[in-house]
């Protein structure tokens, strides 16, 4: 049985905003979901598109912490001993995550400080479009702005990983002149397999390699290109090897943010079926396993030492 660390889905908007709960089966990420594996780690991003206020920040995370007291079934994590701690309870953990902070209208740089101290561990700072810290995938390839500047810096100093998903191809190339730290793609794949401006060049997926940090692979469909299968998600796997990233892929599936996902995959307790697929393509069981959670959880290790 495979243990599973996903970086990116998108439920907690959906917890936070709209009601829902995970117990509801029809979310792509539910308590049901999350049992399929040995252990389980599920980020839980708070995508903001611009209607959130920084202290929307600070009450998703009191609301996470409280839908997790409640269930008993998960435990909110802020560092590796957490989630070791949960696992051993037998309990999946949530960690916290930031996306778009720089949509966020009242953000400041110092509110890095903040958020750490609330629990988010990682944060991306643009969704697609350009805002005042970066530019956006979808944007005019605006690269980090003086402001963005001093947010890494921030989030180097609180040992918070930064998240390149969404950043224009300048934008990420400029992050690892600032950010001295292992860097995550949390949900990105490659656009020398896939064309797409929201996948990853090979220069900046070198450039993550070379950090340290990991890319985690995403089963939306427009993101993987070929017939949408298991298959086509794996070629990019294949490419990351073949760049020298086998300890640098991870998986970010993007649950709950997309409408489709390849053909087999209908939630997070089908992501084994892709664990299966690379054994079928001989992939070492070493290798699963890293990618699977290893990788990931090396890389949040190390920002606690």
């Not at 839980?44 to 600070?58: H, T, V």
């Not at 989030?155 to 990983?161: A, L, N, P, V």
Request: overall charge negative.
């Amino acid at each position: 049985m495979y243990s599973y660390f996903d970086t990116h889905c998108d439920t907690l908007l959906k917890l936070y905003k709209h009601g829902k709960t995970l117990f509801d089966k029809a979310l792509h990420i539910n308590y049901e979901a999350l049992t399929v594996y040995k252990n389980t780690v599920q980020c839980f991003a708070l995508f903001n598109e611009g209607d959130l206020k920084i202290q929307d920040y600070f009450d998703a995370a009191d609301f996470l912490k409280k839908e997790c007291d409640s269930s008993g079934r998960m435990s909110l994590c802020t560092d590796t001993y957490g989630i070791d701690k949960a696992f051993r309870q037998g309990k999946t953990a949530a960690v916290l995550t930031a996306e778009g902070i720089g949509n966020t209208p009242d953000f400041k740089p110092e509110h890095i400080f903040m958020l750490k101290k609330s629990g988010y561990m990682m944060t991306g700072l643009v969704w697609n479009g350009d805002n005042s810290l970066c530019g956006g995938a979808l944007g005019g390839n605006a690269g980090i702005t003086t402001i963005g500047a001093v947010t890494l810096r921030n989030m180097e100093k609180s040992d918070m990983i930064v998240d390149v998903s969404h950043m224009s191809e300048r934008s990420c190339a400029d992050v690892f002149g600032i950010f001295c730290k292992p860097v995550v793609a949390s949900h990105s794949n490659l656009d020398s397999v896939c064309p797409n401006k929201r996948n990853l060049s090979d220069s900046n997926a070198a450039g993550i390699i070379k950090s340290g940090g990991a890319i985690g692979i995403t089963v939306y469909p427009p993101f993987v290109g070929g017939k949408n299968s298991i298959e086509d998600l794996i070629a990019h796997t294949d490419r990351i090897i073949s760049m020298g990233g086998a300890g640098n892929i991870c998986i970010g599936a993007d649950f709950d943010g997309i409408a489709e996902a390849v053909d087999g995959i209908r939630g997070g307790g089908d992501m084994i079926r892709l664990f299966e697929a690379f054994a079928r393509h001989n992939y070492p069981k070493k290798l699963i396993n890293d990618i699977s959670f290893n990788n990931i959880y090396n890389i949040f290790k190390k920002y606690e030492i």
